[in-house]
């Protein structure tokens, strides 16, 4: 399972990529404005800290304009993955950016039938939002089973499922067991993935011990 970060902030990115735990970038327009940075230079900075792909979302809603973006935003490194929403205009952007070699991210997802149509556009990623779901009073990890199972009926479709809008570690762990190609999350819930209070609690009885011997391995 891939972990991308789903962050614009170039020093958290900094941070994770040196755990090596870091396969690509997820960005928004929401999370461009919390960095409070020109998106394209923020963009490039982060496309030249990881090697992975990294999504930077079009903002235009009509066609031509959003394919113009598109190529704009694909020129700026070779691991950009353009990212469209799931209309009927991005998923037609979608095609012609695929067509050009581009990587493409279809985001916005919040049904299965929707990820099916991403699949035949030829999306390089589909985004299910599942916290954004479960926030509605529904199941998202219910939707990302679904994508899967279907996915599976059809080996020829060579879309990713990258689960998005990430609360908690229990997604990611719902996600991994269903067999999801990607999870974006957010950098407090990278950093949670590490924390389980019985490793605190030996890591100090052992130090503890250690202290007791007098000894020192250097
Ligand atoms: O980038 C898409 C996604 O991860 C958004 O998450 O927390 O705004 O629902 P959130």
């Given at each position: ?33 919390k ?62 950016l ?60 060579k ?33 949670a ?23 020192s391995?250097?």
């Amino acid at each position: 399972m891939k972990f991308f970060v789903d962050t614009a902030e170039v020093a958290e990115i900094k941070d994770l990529a040196a755990s090596g735990l870091l396969d690509g970038v997820t960005t928004n327009p929401s999370l461009i404005l919390k960095s409070g940075r020109p998106m394209l230079e923020v963009i490039q900075e982060i496309c030249a800290l990881v090697p992975g792909p990294v999504s930077a979302e079009t903002v235009a809603t009509d066609h031509k304009t959003m394919l113009e973006e598109g190529r704009k935003l694909a020129k700026l490194a070779k691991n950009i993955a353009v990212k469209v929403p799931l209309t009927p205009d991005g998923l037609k952007t979608c095609k012609a950016l695929t067509s050009e070699g581009t990587m493409v991210n279809v985001t916005l997802c919040f049904s299965s039938a929707q990820a099916l149509l991403a699949a035949k556009a030829g999306a390089t990623f589909i985004s299910p939002f599942v916290g954004r779901i479960d926030d509605n009073g529904h199941d998202g990890m219910a939707l990302i089973e679904e994508i899967m199972t279907i996915y599976r009926q059809y080996p020829h479709f060579k879309t990713e499922v990258l689960v998005a809008s990430i609360r908690h570690t229990q997604h990611v762990v719902r996600a991994a067991k269903l067999g999801a190609h990607v999870a974006t999350l957010p950098p407090n819930v990278l950093r949670a993935l590490f924390k389980h209070v019985l490793t605190d609690m030996g890591l100090k009885a052992f130090l503890d011990d250690w202290a007791k011997t007098g000894q020192s391995i250097l």
